[in-house]
């Protein structure tokens, strides 16, 4: 089930004797991933992968597609004319087309970036697929059902062309930390995993700004955006990865309850979802316990909070960015200690993280190693995307992982509707 391609196999396990008389956990994050140094040195120079890249809102954050060396950007599209504009001067790409639609029969296009509306993902992979090209597609893989997932899943196989979602977690900072601590086998067997995606006032993204539009067109100020009461459940990708991205072990149970109140949102949507949050508890293929919190509207503090828990230690972040982030591990300690009421207890050892800045490192070519968006991701994903390409790999996060990402959140969801009635996940991985 392991499918670590970036991290796999790093170091060596460690008993818990010498893992305890390490005298910091924070200086092991200095070392440097091997895999991937590896992926470097055995690069083979070939033509450049002929990028298109359709969606200019969040697509004109990966604009390390027009630095890397081994790719270029030679199309770009949008419908809304002012966010073309923006395209074709991010990416410094005059070919554009007005549609997706179009820009898949440029037979001119190897690979195809879709930063489309969530709801679209799977028509639109679909369509680049059936015409001959590779894609990258923005979270999550699919919507709605699960019968979306089987469909892109199909044609997948059938093209056997490459699918790699763009999960923006595998890569960033304190995950690239975690998992780098864990292959060497620093926390021991993970036994207990919880996550909260907390992205409170998305209210101000439920309305169209005015800023893409002219007055009257459909992309007036106050028109509904596709993020209207967009359901909780059907965005769980982020932190689920935080788990299958690091032990490759599956989600297979599931019990969720949702929240929600009488916010005219919450009445009138084209999903007639009725929460603003869910939390689900999952079971795990390995008998583990993982807890998924996707909360939209509430009192709490934006970001990721996150927390792993091993035989031998653990790492717990905030999962916020820039200089907030705060991350600890909390290893197993012989002191003891006395709470509150006089009670002897063991009193583990707390060490704060300095945060290695992964990107900095030999891990990609040297023009992309400069700061990116959430938490340096971005050019992670655009690296082993045209990376994985031209080598003929397969990408770290692809058709298989990005189902078990993002299957989980939409069966939990089912599960919130139904009053948190335990429920089955379908599994996809090949026999």
């Known amino acids: 089930m392991q499918k670590n391609i970036i991290h796999a196999g790093l170091g060596t396990t460690q008993t818990r004797r010498t893992f305890l008389k390490s005298s910091s956990l924070a200086a092991l994050g200095a070392s440097v991933p091997s895999t991937l140094l590896s992926q470097r040195s055995a690069f083979k120079k070939s033509r450049k992968l002929r990028v298109g890249v359709a969606g200019g809102r969040f697509g004109n954050n990966f604009w390390a597609f027009k630095l890397h060396p081994d790719c270029e950007v030679v199309a770009v599209t949008d419908l809304r004319p002012k966010r073309l504009a923006k395209m074709v001067e991010v990416y410094e790409c005059a070919n554009t087309y007005p549609s997706l639609e179009e820009m898949v029969k440029d037979p001119n296009i190897d690979a195809i970036a879709v930063f489309t509306p969530a709801p679209d993902h799977v028509d639109h992979a679909i369509k680049v697929l059936k015409n001959g090209k590779h894609v990258l597609s923005a979270v999550p893989a699919c919507t709605g059902t699960v019968e979306e997932g089987e469909r892109l899943l199909d044609t997948v196989k059938k093209t056997g062309l490459t699918y790699m979602m763009a999960e923006t977690s595998y890569y960033r900072d304190f995950m690239i930390s975690t998992r780098d601590f864990y292959n060497k086998g620093l926390l021991g067997d993970l036994y207990y995993f919880e996550s909260a995606y907390h992205h409170p006032g998305l209210k101000t993204l439920y309305y169209e700004n005015g800023d893409d539009g002219e007055d009257g067109d459909q992309w007036k100020k106050g028109q509904r955006t596709w993020r209207y009461g967009f359901p909780p459940g059907f965005y769980y990708t982020h932190n689920a990865s935080y788990l299958v991205g690091l032990t490759g072990e599956r989600m297979v149970e599931v019990s969720c309850i949702g929240w929600g109140d009488d916010d005219p949102i919450m009445k009138n949507n084209a999903y007639n979802n009725p929460f603003w949050n869910t939390y689900a508890q999952f079971k795990t293929n390995k008998g583990n316990t993982a807890r998924i919190d996707v909360v939209w509207n509430s009192p709490v503090k934006a970001g990721h909070p996150t927390r792993w828990i091993g035989t031998m230690a653990g790492i717990q972040t905030n999962g916020?960015?820039?200089?907030?982030?705060?991350?600890?591990?909390?290893?197993?300690?012989?002191?003891?200690?006395?709470?509150?009421?006089?009670y002897e207890h063991g009193t583990n050892?707390?060490?704060?993280?300095?945060?290695?800045?992964?990107?900095?490192?030999?891990?990609?070519?040297?023009?992309?190693?400069v700061p990116s968006g959430h938490g340096g991701s971005h050019n992670f994903l655009v690296h082993e995307f045209v990376d994985s390409l031209v080598k003929g790999r397969k990408p770290a996060i692809d058709i298989y992982e990005a189902l078990a990402y993002t299957i989980p959140g939409l069966v939990a969801y089912q599960s919130a509707l139904k009053g948190g009635e335990r429920m089955k996940i379908p599994q996809f991985d090949p026999a």
């Open 349 to 369: 050892a707390v060490e704060a993280y300095e945060q290695e800045l992964w990107y900095k490192k030999d891990l990609m070519p040297r023009e992309l190693r």
């Open 320 to 342: 916020t960015g820039g200089k907030d982030l705060k991350t600890e591990i909390v290893r197993q300690s012989r002191q003891k200690g006395n709470d509150e009421v006089g």
